[in-house]
């Protein structure tokens, strides 16, 4: 059984930070690329930034503001949100896909994963 789920969302003041969570149960992280994705209501799905092995890349909206990073020990992948904006708000997605042969292009298209989280809720307000 293969799961992923989020946590740390919350309400937060524009220029402040969240951390969030994504712990993976059922498999190894050493094994999978996992992605962080966002939802805000009436809009689509975008991609934020994923992880894999070395590997990150992050959409240029949130370049030098988010940082994602694994702890292997923990079998957790988190998102740190630093200098937040309105913009962000949205629901937060965690993903994970067996992405030992795919491609960075692939990495940033939702229906590459094949694992959700339920979501974890951030709203950037003042």
């Known amino acids: 059984q293969l799961q992923v789920v989020e946590s740390g969302g919350g309400l937060v003041q524009p220029g402040g930070s969240l951390r969030l969570s994504c712990l993976a149960s059922g498999f190894t992280l050493d094994y999978y690329a996992i992605g962080w994705f966002r939802q805000a209501p009436g809009k689509e799905r975008e991609w934020v930034s994923y992880?894999?092995?070395?590997?990150?890349n992050y959409r240029t909206t949130v370049k030098g503001r988010f940082t994602i990073s694994r702890d292997n020990a923990k079998n957790t992948v988190y998102l740190q949100m630093n200098s937040l904006r309105p913009e962000d708000t949205a629901i937060y997605f965690c993903?994970?896909?067996?992405?030992?042969?795919?491609?960075?292009?692939?990495?940033?298209?939702?229906?590459?994963?094949?694992?959700w989280g339920q979501g974890t809720q951030v709203t950037v307000s003042s």
């Open positions: 992880i894999r092995s070395g590997s990150t």
């Open positions: 993903a994970a896909t067996s992405g030992g042969y795919t491609t960075d292009l692939r990495l940033r298209v939702w229906d590459e994963y094949k694992y």
